[in-house]
T-cell receptor
Framework: QQQVKQSPQSLIVQKGGIPIINCAYE??????FPWYQQFPGKGPALLIA?????SEKKEGRFTISFNKSAKQFSLHIMDSQPGDSATYFC????????????FGKGTKLTVNP | GAGVSQSPSNKVTEKGKDVELRCDPI?????LYWYRQSLGQGLEFLIY????????KSGLPSDRFSAERTGGSVSTLTIQRTQQEDSAVYLC???????????FGSGTRLTVV
C-alpha cells in the first residue's frame, strides 16, 4: 500500500532524446508527487513536483504527467543533455503528519553525447 | 549554514561497534528527516523531527537505532552494535515547510566490516 514502483531501472539515450521514467502507486491518500535528481556522491535534489489536481506540470525541460485514475505519473526530459546523466527518484507523500516521502527505487539515466 | 552538513562523510566500522552520525540542518529549518539509501534501493525513511521532538520514528529498523535532536538544530543518529546489513548511505534532510522544501545533505557512507 505504501510502495511506489518505478521503471525502468536504467535508461540510455542519445543527446537530444526524450527519456521517460514511470512511477505507479497504490495509496490513494498520496497527494504530493516530487521527483528528485541525484548525482554520484551527492544527496538528492528536488527537481519538480506535482499535486493530483493537475495533469501536467512543466519546468524548463522537465515535465511531469499525472494520471490520477491510473495512479501513475511520469517524468519526461526534453532535449536531454549529457549533464542530465544522474539517478532519478520519484516519490509520494501524504499531506499532514510527518510528511515523510515514500521513494521509488530510482532510474539511472545516461545521456550519451 | 548554506546547506545541510553531514559528518563524517565516510565511516568504516567493525561489526559490533557503535557509531554516531551527525547532521547540521539549514539554520531555521524546523523539520529534520533521516533516510537510508542502500545500494540499488530507493531512500528508506527512518525518523522525522519537528523541533526537538520525534513524532514519527516508524522507520527505525530496530532498537539498535536511535536519534536525537538538540536545540532544534543538530541531530545525531546512533547505531549500536552495528551489523553488516547496516552498511548504507545515511541521508539527512531539513525543511522549513515540511515536504515542500526538503534539502538533503550529501550523506554519510557507512561501511560495516
Amino acid at each position: 500500500q505504501q510502495q511506489v514502483k518505478q521503471s525502468p531501472q536504467s535508461l540510455i539515450v542519445q543527446k537530444g532524446g526524450i527519456p521517460i521514467i514511470n512511477c505507479a502507486y497504490e495509496n490513494t491518500a498520496f497527494d504530493y508527487f516530487p521527483w528528485y535528481q541525484q548525482f554520484p556522491g551527492k544527496g538528492p535534489a528536488l527537481l519538480i513536483a506535482i499535486r493530483p489536481d493537475v495533469s501536467e506540470k512543466k519546468e524548463g525541460r522537465f515535465t511531469i504527467s499525472f494520471n490520477k485514475s491510473a495512479k501513475q505519473f511520469s517524468l519526461h526530459i526534453m532535449d536531454s543533455q549529457p549533464g542530465d546523466s544522474a539517478t532519478y527518484f520519484c516519490a509520494a507523500s501524504v499531506e499532514g503528519g510527518s510528511e515523510k516521502l515514500v521513494f521509488g527505487k530510482g532510474t539511472k539515466l545516461t545521456v550519451n553525447p | 549554514g548554506a546547506g545541510v552538513s553531514q559528518s563524517p562523510s565516510n565511516k568504516v566500522t567493525e561489526k559490533g561497534k557503535d557509531v554516531e552520525l551527525r547532521c547540521d540542518p539549514i539554520s531555521g529549518h524546523t523539520a529534520l528527516y533521516w533516510y537510508r539509501q542502500s545500494l540499488g534501493q530507493g531512500l528508506e525513511f527512518l525518523i522525522y523531527f519537528q523541533g526537538n521532538s520525534a513524532p514519527d520514528k516508524s522507520g527505525l529498523p530496530s532498537d539498535r537505532f536511535s536519534a536525537e535532536r538538540t536545540g532544534g538544530s543538530v541531530s545525531t543518529l546512533t547505531i549500536q552494535r552495528t551489523q553488516q546489513e547496516d552498511s548504507a548511505v545515511y541521508l539527512c534532510a531539513s525543511s522549513l515547510t515540511g515536504y515542500y522544501g526538503y534539502t538533503f545533505g550529501s550523506g554519510t557512507r557507512l561501511t560495516v566490516v
